[in-house]
């Protein structure tokens, strides 16, 4: 198995490294690269952007090679993980870890390699940093890593971390989607305006001081029942903004005003960036943009309420100011306050890709 791993690239841990019992019989799997071994109507059903591994067959202990297990590995960014880190879990019991392997980008390669088990499993798919696998050496069941936590300050926009996970059957016929997607959201300022007409302020300017993100995540916890949440926040109910300038890149968290807003419509086209925060989970305050600033010379603020941040998602916002805002930046306003029009569309969502052959 030593021989075959080392031929594939493939860096794999036996069990007996990783909890201390050892693996048997092992299934290896061959991962294709999109080009050249899926059709037009499944890159294009599938693929919106480059992918490193579209397909796996199971192979035998005979020469044979059988096409009937297929997984379709996609993300949505236009960069290449250069690695990948795959968890094997039983699906029963515990959960115990049953095979870990460290999947890599081999330039001029189209074929990958992974082993698991036999039977059900749970599928985790994390992507990793070319030879580092110390940090799963604590990995001895499914509860094990739903622990692992994302630190927001660790992130790269140019390339997030990306997380999938999905329950393989036992059958010997299967086809599986796994879609490895940041944990990020992004949030979208695509227009504002005010209309204050038949308001005592009338005709006034909203002067706009400061943007940002109140209850952003910061930490979060991608994996376990539930789908994944944040574990940590920034500016809890008003700007920290000590704890936001700290921060490797505090633009994705707090801009600059956009000064007097006035009917006619501005277009900044600004973004921000934190944990998706879905609002699952009991007790977890939802996240908000707020607009601060002065109207007819009162300090007032325009909290938005954000209910479902999901994951890999952009929420394009159009605001249109109708009245005074808030006197405080924990209280969200009210629909007659600001109108707020969403747009929710896929992360860097692209074009299906098509190949001719």
């Known amino acids: 198995m030593r021989s075959f791993a080392q031929d594939q690239k493939l860096q794999t841990m036996s069990r007996r490294k990783l909890i201390g019992r050892t693996s ?19 890159i294009t059903a599938f693929l919106q952007v480059p992918a490193l591994f579209s397909s796996c067959e199971r192979v035998s202990n005979s020469t044979e090679v059988h096409t009937e297990a297929q997984i379709y590995i996609q993300w949505t960014k236009n960069t290449t993980p250069k690695a990948i880190d795959l968890f094997f879990f039983d699906t029963l019991g515990a959960q115990k870890l049953d095979t870990y392997q460290q999947i890599l980008d081999v330039p001029g390669r189209s074929r990958q390699y992974g082993v698991s088990g036999p039977g059900a499993k749970r599928l985790v798919a994390l992507s990793g940093t070319a030879g580092l696998t110390d940090p799963w050496l604590d990995i001895r069941n499914y509860g094990s890593i739903c622990k692992k936590t994302y630190r927001l300050e660790e992130e790269d926009l140019d390339a997030p971390q990306l997380v999938a996970e999905t329950l393989l059957d036992s059958s010997s016929s299967r086809i599986t989607l796994l879609n490895l997607q940041p944990m990020l959201s992004q949030i979208r300022i695509n227009s504002v305006s005010c209309d204050f007409s038949g308001r005592p302020y009338a005709g006034k300017f909203f002067s706009n001081s400061k943007l940002y993100l109140t209850y952003a995540g910061t930490e979060y916890k991608p994996l376990g029942p539930g789908g994944g949440h944040p574990v940590s926040w920034i500016n809890a109910g008003a700007l920290d903004s000590l704890a936001t300038l700290a921060l490797p890149h505090p633009e994705i968290m707090l801009k600059e005003g956009l000064g007097d807003i006035g009917p006619q419509r501005q277009y900044p086209e600004l973004s921000f960036f934190c944990y998706a925060n879905p609002g699952r989970q009991e007790g977890i305050p939802r996240t908000r943009l707020v607009l601060e600033g002065t109207l007819d010379g009162h300090l007032c603020y325009y909290p938005i309420e954000i209910p479902h941040l999901e ?33 929710t569309v896929p992360w860097q969502n692209r074009e299906p890709t098509t190949v001719s052959f």
């Open 311 to 343: 994951a890999a998602q952009v929420y394009s916002f159009d605001i249109t100011l109708r009245r005074m805002g808030s006197p405080d930046p924990d209280i969200p306003v009210s629909s007659d306050a600001a109108l707020v029009e969403t747009l």
């Open 24 to 42: 048997t019989q092992l299934h290896p799997y061959i991962l294709h690269s999109s080009a050249g071994y899926t059709s037009v109507a499944i």
